[in-house]
């Protein structure tokens, strides 16, 4: 069995004491531990320097063979001190606390509200159209809202049931249509406006009302205008905003205010006509209700009415948001659930 010299000895220690030392290293956790492992390892009375107090039993020439040993031993673990050193402060300089290696939080990203969205393209094909935009109050007179739009008194529409009253005269506009003769009674003709605005009715929050939303009204009085510029308006805006495939349908309706009056179906745009649950079967969806401004409401407005004529519609912007977006309650537009709002940009 070979004896094993001091010398031998001493350099299996340094070796062990270099290996302890790297791991050490490896494993410190951050400036001040390691500062900590350099005296412990290699300060004045460290460790180090507790091996090299034997030197003294070596012979003169053992002794710079283990001198030289525990130099590159220094050296070693000194240079690995110094690379963790600096990757610590390179750290620090990043800022407290910072990971760079993190993966990045999203930003938060906003959307414009699917009736927003559907209002301005709309307002943008009208202008294409030679439509001014304007906006009008919510608030509103019993006189505005119903009589000079034509409302015989007591008619139904102005029942309690219906109607926001703030006192008998005022309340919260229950359609777009009193801007006619707002408009009207400010400027004079030609006139080509859209109205997009709030209104309110005294209806149930369920999946297909609510008591307040969004209308559209249009309006276009000159000398010489006719249901077939209606007619073509109309159609042009269906075919702009719904796709060139579009199809309009013109039925005869009712308002107190036009005469004849009309309502505007479009082809369904989820099963192209063929009839799905969207559109009850009947491959038609309606989009407005519209006419020719009735001579009373001219007369009302102080416009001759043996001069002017002119047309008049009124759409549901939320409702067109459904038909395009497939959204089945109305309920999920009003409730301001971000997860919802924040798909449409
Ligand atoms: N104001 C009507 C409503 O709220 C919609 C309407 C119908 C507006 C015919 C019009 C029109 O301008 O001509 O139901």
Do not use: I, M, N, R
């Given at each position: 069995m070979p004896t094993t010299t001091v010398t031998d000895e001493l350099i299996a220690q340094l070796r062990a004491l270099e290996a302890q030392g790297a791991e050490a290293v490896g494993a410190a956790g951050g400036a001040e531990p390691l500062e900590a492992l350099r005296t412990e390892y290699l300060g004045r009375k460290g460790r180090l320097t507790g091996i090299l107090r034997r030197l003294g039993e070596l012979s003169a020439e053992e002794r710079p063979v283990v001198g030289a040993e525990a130099n590159r031993v220094k050296e070693a673990l000194s240079a690995l001190l110094d690379e963790r050193a600096a990757s610590f402060a390179a750290a620090a300089d990043a800022g407290p606390g910072i990971d760079l290696s993190l993966p990045g939080r999203g930003r938060w990203k906003g959307g414009v509200h699917p009736v927003t969205l559907v209002i301005d393209e709309i307002c943008e094909i009208f202008r294409d159209l030679g439509f001014n935009r304007i906006a009008g109050p919510e608030l509103e007179t019993q006189e505005y809202n119903f009589s000079k739009l034509n409302f015989p008194p007591n008619h139904p529409a102005t029942d309690m049931h219906d109607t926001f009253y703030v006192t008998d005269e005022v309340l919260l506009r229950t359609h777009t249509s009193p801007m006619q003769a707002r408009v009207m009674e400010q400027f004079a003709p030609p006139v080509r406006v859209v109205v997009p605005g709030t209104v309110y009715r005294r209806d149930p929050f369920d999946a297909s009302h609510a008591p307040a939303f969004e209308q559209i009204e249009g309006l276009a009085v000159d000398e010489g205008i006719t249901f077939a510029d209606f007619k073509a308006t109309i159609s042009t805006f269906v075919r702009r905003f719904f796709g060139a495939d579009a199809k309009t349908r013109f039925r005869p309706s009712f308002f107190p205010?036009?005469?004849?009056?009309?309502?505007?179906?479009?082809?369904?745009?989820?099963?192209?006509?063929?009839?799905?649950?969207?559109?009850?079967?009947?491959?038609?969806m309606e989009i407005m209700g519209a006419g020719m401004v009735h001579p009373n409401v001219f007369a009302a407005a102080g416009y001759d009415p043996e001069r002017y004529t002119g047309y008049a519609f009124g759409m549901g912007p939320g409702r067109i948001a459904m038909q395009r977006y497939g959204v089945p309650d109305i309920r999920l537009l009003y409730e301001s659930d971000v997860r919802f709002l924040g798909q449409f940009t």
């Open positions: 205010f036009t005469e004849p009056s009309a309502e505007v179906d479009v082809s369904c745009q989820l099963c192209g006509g063929s009839g799905c649950s969207a559109c009850k079967g009947t491959g038609w």
